[in-house]
């Protein structure tokens, strides 16, 4: 199954993956209309210090610990992919406090988002990818 | 063909047959159901009172899940008794199923505390399950008084399930503090004011010494006027089907890394069950959802004949309330001479982090949710503190606090 991945070596920490992120799964079609001026909720987040920098987001887990801890159901795969059911999350946050990666955050309506690849949104293919400037963050089967 | 038998149809239940049908398209499973309903998410009952989920939303599983499955789901039904020699479980209604393998997933039932004139309390629930929160939904209107007994998970998140649909809310523990099970002397008072702020009285190590006429006498000879009695005093897990078949128990039915009970071809899974923790490695109940489901997947892979093992089990807790977050894991180890606490306090936050021999046992963080999944994981996987940068940890929850080693297979491979 094709993932994202993060080259460490080449992330320049520029944060442009996180407007990318938040702008693709806005439904907004303008990017100006959709991140001007407003806090934004990415799906992904770069981490790091002054010596090293590098983008995470959901690692889409082959036994994810968020999926089976969910206590309202929402959290579930799709052909490999993890998803949340926004109707059903409550907020309880259960899959923050369990994943290991950090990869789960909170969005503006008080449920959780994450990483899903840019598959339901209008993108075509994750947008972090596409819009990297250094093509550190791939989308690829390892 | 394997005959499956799972007796419970509760989170614990849903994850055995998840976890059978991983290893096993054809053999067939039968659940009994003590409750009328497919499997829902039971913490969502004081969501549900709130109005953030409903009966279409509950249900843990999609509407076809025991269908897709192909499961019997034996409803409004309890077993009785278990016969391992003739490898039968008897129902209340008399009918016998026969297992090849069987899983004990009863889950627990709330302790209820003999004040004395309760049983002419006209409206007394206790909040466990779906009926009840539908059952108390009945008899709540907005000027409603509820009294609530037991300042722990359940009943807290019991009063902000309410706390908009009625006129006051009371809530009384024996302790004298809050969420006793999860928090400790330094972070409760950060919860026990803002319940108050938020309009909640608190009676703290106090207790019920009797009901009169509509009004409760408290042991401190405080008068508490109330209509609606809720006691959540906490729970015991159902274990007689396995003592009584001389299986071993403790306050829990005991299991091993295999959710396996001490009688053959029989497992258990969830809250009836007593598993080892990995934070402070010993066996106690740990009586979660995320533990429930993880032992009966394991149970199911096993009943299966696959090989499935849980053995990193620690107790951990997501809670919000009224609009502050609460996550806890672990144990709270302190006062040996290897460990060591470390503890940073706001006016509306803390983090506390519990270390002992070099590894990190559990945390207390209140509004302080970011990538809380990053500790959990230090403590379940009993993580040496000297091989991360903890101290930068501590303060910001970063990946730089790892190695680049670490950090690549994290992040550079299919995990």
Redesign the interface.
């Known amino acids: 199954m094709k993932r994202v991945y993060v080259n460490e070596e080449w992330c320049l920490g520029c944060h442009l993956c996180e407007y990318n992120c938040a702008f693709a799964n806005s439904g907004i079609s303008d990017m100006v209309k959709a991140l001007k001026g407003k806090q934004i909720f990415p799906r992904i987040t770069v981490d790091g210090d002054d010596k090293i920098n590098f983008a995470v987001s959901c690692r889409h887990c082959q036994d994810p610990i968020c999926v089976k801890s969910c206590i309202s159901g929402a959290l579930h795969k799709v052909d490999g992919r993890i998803c949340v059911d926004t109707d059903k999350c409550v907020g309880c946050l259960t899959c923050i406090l369990v994943c290991p990666y950090g990869a789960l955050s909170v969005s503006e309506h008080g449920t959780v988002q994450k990483c899903e690849l840019c598959i339901e949104n209008s993108v075509s293919g994750p947008a972090c990818v596409a819009g990297c400037p250094n093509k550190a963050i791939v989308y690829e089967e390892r | 063909m394997k005959q499956y038998v799972i007796i419970g149809n509760g989170i614990a239940a849903a994850?055995c047959i998840e976890g059978i049908r991983s290893k096993d398209k054809n053999g067939s499973i039968t659940v009994v159901s003590k409750e009328n309903h497919p499997v829902y998410?039971r913490?969502?009952i004081s969501?549900y009172l709130e109005g953030?989920?409903s009966l279409d939303?509950i249900?843990?599983?999609p509407d076809d899940f025991y269908k897709v499955n192909n499961c019997d789901v034996i409803y409004n039904k309890t077993a009785d008794k278990i016969d391992t020699v003739n490898k039968t479980v008897k129902l209340s209604d008399g009918t016998e199923l026969h297992y090849t393998t069987l899983c004990i997933a009863t889950g627990s039932s709330p302790f209820t505390p003999q004040f004395k004139g309760i049983e002419n309390v006209k409206h007394r629930f206790s909040f466990i399950s779906l009926d009840d929160a539908l059952e108390i939904e009945k008899v709540i209107t907005k000027e409603s008084k509820v009294l609530i007994v037991g300042a722990g998970l359940i009943g807290l998140k019991c009063a902000e399930g309410l706390h908009n649909r009625v006129a006051k809310i009371t809530v009384c523990d024996l302790s004298d503090m809050i969420l006793s099970s999860i928090l400790d002397k330094d972070t409760s008072p950060i919860i026990e004011k803002h319940l108050k702020d938020i309009g909640i009285e608190l009676l703290l190590s106090d207790s019920v010494d009797y009901f009169e006429d509509g009004k409760a006498v408290m042991k401190s000879k405080k008068v508490v006027d109330f209509d609606i009695l809720i006691t959540a005093v906490g729970v015991r897990p159902n274990i007689s089907l396995v003592s009584d078949a001389n299986g071993k128990v403790n306050r829990g039915i005991l299991i091993d890394e295999h959710m396996k009970t001490s009688l053959d071809d029989i497992y258990a899974a969830g809250d009836c069950t007593e598993g080892y923790d990995a934070s402070l490695k010993s066996d106690r109940v740990l009586a979660l959802?995320?533990n429930a489901?993880?032992q009966g997947?394991t149970a199911g892979v096993n009943m299966a004949s696959g090989s499935a093992v849980f053995d990193n089990a620690i107790p951990?807790?997501?809670?919000?309330l009224f609009g502050y977050?609460v996550?806890t894991?672990g144990s709270y180890i302190s006062g040996n001479d290897s460990s060591l606490t470390d503890t940073q306090m706001e006016d509306t936050s803390a983090k506390k982090f519990f270390v002992d021999d070099g590894v990190l046992k559990g945390y207390i963080f209140i509004n302080e949710?970011?990538?809380?999944?990053?500790f959990?994981?230090l403590i379940r996987n009993q993580v040496p503190l000297d091989t991360i940068n903890f101290e930068l940890l501590k303060n910001i929850?970063?990946?730089?606090a790892f190695s680049?080693k670490k950090?690549?297979k994290?992040?550079?491979?299919?995990?």
């Open positions: 994850g998410c913490p969502l969501y953030k989920t939303h249900n843990y599983r959802l995320p489901y993880m997947f951990m807790n997501s809670i919000g977050h996550m894991a949710t970011e990538k809380a999944g990053i959990t994981s929850p970063t990946f730089t680049e950090r690549r994290q992040f550079g491979g299919v995990v």
